[in-house]
């Protein structure tokens, strides 16, 4: 009987069961890794454990982690990518199933006991256990991201999570992949107790002292809980007539919209809901294994594991490059726009003290009203209390004059884009600040080491080029140029992942890697915009091969002006190679400078969307119909450009890493993950086959699409840019 339970303690990788006053307490902690994650080898020794404890019959039993900021990252993603066959996966499932399937029908009461991240397959878990306590504290987040990965959840969440809070918020969390806090997520019913960090264990047994009538009052008050737009939604997904059907259609078409059809994983999931509710839920976890085991093998998700891996492996550089610096302090960010009230904004959102200079007061109280405006768009959406928009707010500090620029560790400059602006600022900052000060200058065209020549300490200045909007693009493209000392270099790195951005490092050049080409791409378009091709096919050929937006929208979302004032520096030192077509400048004399302006490529007017403008055409000297361009040549043409200037600037040691590379394009502007990267898509086509292609448009269109000698020396050898395969 439980209450003959000895007191004794079982050590054993990768974890350890005590009992203590007839509790069982199951802690997960895997010596070998710095987060727990449900690998073959963890589940063997937790199978040995749900056996003892079958044995024991405790009166209840805890499961929670020994890691002191996560419970369970989720499944073991490198053991998933090196499956060779569905049928090898299915049998990993299986065994899983069958496990958390037992360990959900132990006679006793079972609470996970959750600090950190529980994710994937550790909130799969928790899902088995009768109940849930969760921490109040930032780092623990409750989610399934397996759609990121191209997969749907593999271990019971797309059965028990319906079950549990419902079909319309557990589509909601499956669908989106969304990370919920403590209090979120037992506002849904996810979670039955919330608690501080040093109270999590007497939680627990708090919730396994809860038996009989009292466990189902708690269970009938969860159900309650749920606001009654998610009760209805619920009662009709589960309906099998015609309100039924609407639910799951409304399902499929908010995933279309959103993914192209480029992700089936979504889709997927919505069908195993869906034929799983009308199933007994071990026949229903045998549909999920057998989806998943379809989806783990196919190329979307070996290409999204693919850039999962090749981003922890940037990011654990950029770890290592930050070590030598100290932590960050007071950061001034000079120029209160759009750009530099987005760096203050997040700076202080992650708790660093700011000083915010711009020209005069007017200024710089719009650049605090932007922030101010974006930590209400947290507080709306629940990411942020009032009382840390306050705090937060408290950290930025307005001023016109450098007064308090002494304390300060580090300047991120982010004023006009002219050489001659800089300078002066540069200059003023240095005679006002430590010697110590690290300047960053967050321009996307000029070489850093211009910036620097007006330095009197070189060493100390470097390039830190943000993406627009700040808050919510996850790049930031650290530029060092030849004096930049090392520990000016860390403390950059430091600063942008202090910042919770992905760093990549390049070398100094104009344009650095991004804006160059990005650059190219942009181009290209508006070359076939000249050749012929219409602006909506062009934008909806380019996002129905998986961007995010069209190049034509893009251009206008960012100013024309300002893509003309990059191209003109980077003609500057790359040549008419790199120059952009004529049709900026007739757009710009007509005063379309994009959405700023109401018209560019596309009409803006008041009501939403947009349409395209067909008067751009008679600025082209269009009298007829032009040819037809082929979808594919359209592809090819912007695509293979930029992989071409991919290749120059690895050439010139501008960018070093593949991984760079691909995390770079992805992450700063929205190369489309499920294809693995451009690197990794130049290597799936065949390096042979596009400079073939390259040589045909260089044949018909000009020199600017002949390949780049370093393509064609790979292509020449038959040699690929992942000589073993992308990192994973």
Known sequence: MATEVQERNVTEEPGSLSYAEGIAWLVLDDPGKKVNTLSSRLFEWFAERVAEVERERPQGLVVLSGKPDGFVAGADIEELQQAQSKEEVLALLERGHDLLFRFSELPFPTVAAIHGACLGGGLELALACRFRAATEHPKTKLGLPEVQLGLIPGLGGTQRLPRLIGVPDALDLILSGKQLDARRAKRLGLVDATCHPTDLRQAAVRLLALQGKARLGMEKKRKGAQPFASRTGDLLARTPLLAGKLVWDKARAGVLAKTGGHYPAPLVAIDIVREGLALPLRRALDLEAGAFSELVVSDTAKNLMTVFFLKNEVEARAARLARGAGEIGTVAVLGAGFMGSGVAQVLAEKGVPVILKDKDLPSVARGLKSAAERFNELKKRRRMKEPDVKLAMARLHGTDVYEGFGRADLAIEAVFEDLGVKHRVLQETEAAASPRLVFASNTSTIPIARIAEASRRPENVVGMHFFSPVARMPLVEVIRQPRTSPEAL???????????????????????????????????????????????????????????????????????????????????????????????????????????????????????????????????????????????????????????????????????????????????????????????????????????????????????????????????????????????
């Open 490 to 728: 860390a403390t950059v790195v430091a600063a942008g992942r202090k910042m919770g951005k992905t760093v990549i490092v390049v070398n100094d050049g104009p344009g650095f890697f991004t804006s160059r080409v990005l650059a190219l791409y942009l181009n290209e378009a508006a070359y076939l915009l000249m050749d012929g091709a219409r602006i909506d096919q062009v934008d909806a050929v380019l996002t129905r091969w998986g961007w995010p937006v069209g190049p034509f929208a893009l251009m206008d979302e960012v100013g024309l002006d300002i893509g003309r004032h990059v191209a003109e520096i980077l003609v500057q030192s790359l040549g008419e190679r790199v120059a952009a077509p004529p049709i900026f400048e007739r757009l710009i004399a007509d005063g379309r400078l994009g959405r700023k302006a109401g018209r560019g490529f596309y009409l803006y007017g008041e009501e939403k969307g947009k349409k395209v403008d067909d008067s751009v055409y008679r600025l082209l000297g269009w009298q007829e119909a032009p040819r037809p361009i082929p979808d594919r040549e359209i592809v090819e043409r912007c695509v293979f450009q930029m992989l071409n200037e991919t290749a120059r600037c690895l050439a010139e040691g501008i960018i070093t890493d593949p991984a760079d590379v691909d995390v770079g394009v992805i992450f700063g502007f929205g190369f489309p993950p499920f294809r693995g990267g451009l690197l990794r898509e130049a290597d799936r086509q065949g390096l042979g086959s596009i400079v073939e292609r390259l040589d045909g448009y260089a044949a018909r269109h000009g020199e600017r699409l002949a390949p780049a000698p370093l393509l064609r020396e790979k292509a020449r050898k038959g040699e690929v840019f992942y000589p073993r395969g992308p990192r994973g």
